[in-house]
């Protein structure tokens, strides 16, 4: 066990200690069902907290494991490890899939990250590349994905190695423009007005690019002592950071500044931090999730500092993803399962262990079903991806 200070952050980066000494294994656990009570994807189950659980499609047609998805309207976008996107056409009232309608081989490598602008698509590279797409003919019966440009673009690195300030040292011998990521781009992530991508990548580097002619604008090396893996933004517009060095970082560009700057380090993972959730709640709510098996809830307190005030615990190995909605957060884990764990004020409680995929589950997104909403229950899609090969699409509805 390992004592650390439970600390919060200001606004100003400061950090500030309580008196009394803690570790992250005393930090409050919220309710979990006993693992017995689970589901299959492979079976309809009703728990006692009104929670319904059904497997509604098994997608197959890549040619390896799914490692990024996105919800683009009536479709939804896979990337493979294998460099591939497909497009495949949900059902509208049964939110089933019909099919791949359209597929793409992009760069080399897995498509580690997937975003989604109005007609527009992003995708982030194993070889180091943010490439854009458009969505044509997308109300036809035939839509397609049409390359429209690779960043940084050839003017922006062009520009920026004609001069010599402009290079960065990334190797012992060898530089680079600071435009260019020089190892995986692991996550990207749109800012709310939708102007600005960001994106983070192995080589520890954050950059913000214009969505508008796609122009490299920031540059910030360093941002972690190790690879970064997850980024998400609040509604306040911070910017959040996880990293291989157990690390949370914030980031924010105040009012009329040229540049972000470093806000605060929240540390209280034991281990490399994979994946960052933000709440859809008015007030600031992050969720981390990390090898340390952990899932750990921060919120914004009246002072504005992040302040740790749990931990949802309850997978037996590393955390891979999340995703929010509503007062749902869905968590996939290397042990080959989905929790599913509702959020009311402070008040968490995991409603469904979801069982089926036979590998970890590498990524997940879910949406609300607003096919099928009532007064009386709530209904929502989860899409699930994991290492052995599959994707699931299940339906989760729950009692309100």
């Not at 540059?219 to 950071?241: K, R």
């Amino acid at each position: 066990m390992i004592p650390y200070y439970q600390t919060s952050c200001s606004s100003n980066g400061s950090i500030t200690e309580q008196e009394n000494p803690t570790s992250l294994d005393s930090q409050p656990s919220f309710h979990s069902v006993p693992s017995a009570i689970s589901l299959s994807h492979d079976q309809s189950s009703s728990l006692s907290l009104g929670t319904h659980h059904q497997c509604i499609a098994t997608l197959k047609g890549q040619n390896s494991y799914t490692s990024s998805l996105v919800l683009a309207g009536k479709f939804l976008l896979t990337g493979s490890s294998d460099k591939e996107i497909c497009m495949w056409k949900q059902k509208t009232l049964t939110s089933t899939i019909d099919g791949i309608v359209d597929t793409v081989i992009a760069g080399k490598g897995a498509v580690k990250s997937l975003v989604i602008l109005a007609d527009k698509v992003f995708s982030a590279h194993q070889d180091h590349k943010i490439r854009a797409w458009r969505i044509e003919n997308h109300n036809s019966d035939a839509p397609n994905i049409v390359h429209i440009s690779t960043l940084p673009l050839l003017s922006d690195r062009a520009l920026k190695f004609m001069i010599p300030k402009n290079h960065v040292q990334i190797r012992r011998h060898k530089k680079s423009t600071w435009v260019h990521h020089v190892d995986t781009v692991s996550a990207l992530a749109l800012s709310n007005d939708e102007l600005f991508l960001y994106s983070v990548s192995w080589d520890r580097t954050l950059k913000i690019w214009q969505t508008t002619d796609f122009k490299c604008l920031e540059s910030i090396a360093n941002a972690h002592d190790d690879a970064i893996n997850a980024l998400a933004i609040s509604q306040e517009g911070d910017v959040f950071t996880g990293s291989a060095d157990t690390k949370i970082k914030i980031w924010r560009k105040g009012f009329e500044e040229k540049k972000h700057s470093l806000v605060c380090t929240l540390e209280k993972h034991k281990s490399g931090v994979n994946a960052l959730a933000v709440g859809e709640s008015t007030h600031s709510v992050l969720y981390s999730g990390a090898c340390d098996k952990s899932i750990l809830v921060w919120e914004k307190n009246e002072g504005g500092d992040m302040v740790l005030v749990g931990a949802l615990r309850g997978h037996k190995k590393s955390i891979l993803c999340l995703a929010v909605v509503a007062d749902l957060v869905c968590s996939g884990s290397a042990d080959k399962t989905v929790r599913v764990w509702r959020g009311i004020e402070r008040c968490y409680t995991c409603i469904a262990v979801i069982q089926g995929h036979n590998g970890p589950v590498k990524c997940l997104t879910v949406t609300s079903d607003q096919q099928i909403q009532s007064d009386t229950t709530s209904s929502y899609v989860l899409y699930t991806a994991s290492l052995d090969g599959e994707t699931k699409t299940s339906s989760e509805g729950q009692d309100a």
